[in-house]
């Protein structure tokens, strides 16, 4: 399976950007870069997934690299409710590699 | 989107009693998985439950212990059976609309604590 690797943690500030790396020097061409996140006491809930290209929503942005080997997770104004367990995710739903693996995650700390 | 709800939110059992964990979803959807979570750890996969057949299980999880039932396109059961204090984690259900869609809903979890 493709894997990725996210810091254990991150702080930031309220109000303030937050880029959220991810590696996954191992990905496959048919590999779709997906991100989760699970808030305290909460299931996992979808925020963003690319593929090449950059990704924007009313969540986050995504930032792919070009050899597509790392991306980033942005959050444009960070707010306490932001502050959750962020999950970065490759995930070929054609393929034998479409189930969710969950590694473990980036522990975002937002400070008032 | 999917609104799931699962039952118990959360239950303290005897050790070698079983418990069983609902999921249901308020749409028909194609895909429903079962996790688990661990203390202080991310989810694991258990199994995937497939309608009108058996589920399909990940490794090191067996039928025996975890039976999982799923009748029809909203509604899934765990069972976690002769628990052991090791079986203590959060248990959450999951559903997706299609192979091909691209966002899974989670419920918000069973708490399961087997003293």
């Known amino acids: 399976d493709a894997k990725t690797t996210q810091p254990n943690s991150m702080e930031s500030n309220e109000e303030e950007p937050v880029h959220l790396p991810c590696n996954h020097s191992?990905?496959?061409?048919?590999?779709?870069i997906h991100w989760y996140r699970q808030l305290p006491s909460q299931g996992p809930e979808y925020v963003i997934h690319?593929?090449?290209s950059n990704v924007n929503n009313r969540m986050a942005s995504l930032a792919i690299a070009e050899d597509r080997k790392s991306s980033t997770l942005i959050l444009h104004r960070a707010t306490l409710r932001d502050a959750a367990v962020y999950y970065c995710?490759?995930?070929?739903?054609?393929?034998?590699?479409?189930?969710?693996?969950f590694g473990k995650g980036t522990l975002l700390t937002v400070n008032p | 989107s999917a609104v799931i709800s699962q039952k118990p939110s959360r239950d303290i059992c005897q050790r070698g009693t079983s418990l069983t964990i609902q999921c249901q979803v308020d749409?028909?959807?194609?895909?429903m998985f079962w996790y688990r979570q661990q203390p202080g750890q991310s989810l694991t996969l258990i199994a995937t439950?497939?309608?009108?057949?058996?589920?399909?299980?990940e490794s090191g999880f067996v039928i025996d212990k975890f039976p999982i039932s799923r009748p029809n396109l909203t509604f899934s059961t765990l069972t976690v059976s002769n628990m052991s204090p090791e079986d203590s984690s959060i248990y959450l259900c999951?559903?997706?609309?299609?192979?091909?869609?691209?966002?899974?809903?989670f419920g918000q979890g069973t708490r399961l604590t087997v003293v």
């Open positions: 995710i490759l995930r070929d739903v054609g393929g034998s590699n479409y189930k969710l693996t």
């Open positions: 999951s559903v997706e609309y299609g192979r091909m869609n691209t966002e899974a809903f």
């Open positions: 749409s028909q959807v194609t895909m």
């Open positions: 191992t990905i496959s061409g048919t590999d779709y």
């Open positions: 690319g593929l090449t």
């Open positions: 439950a497939n309608q009108g057949s058996e589920a399909t299980y």
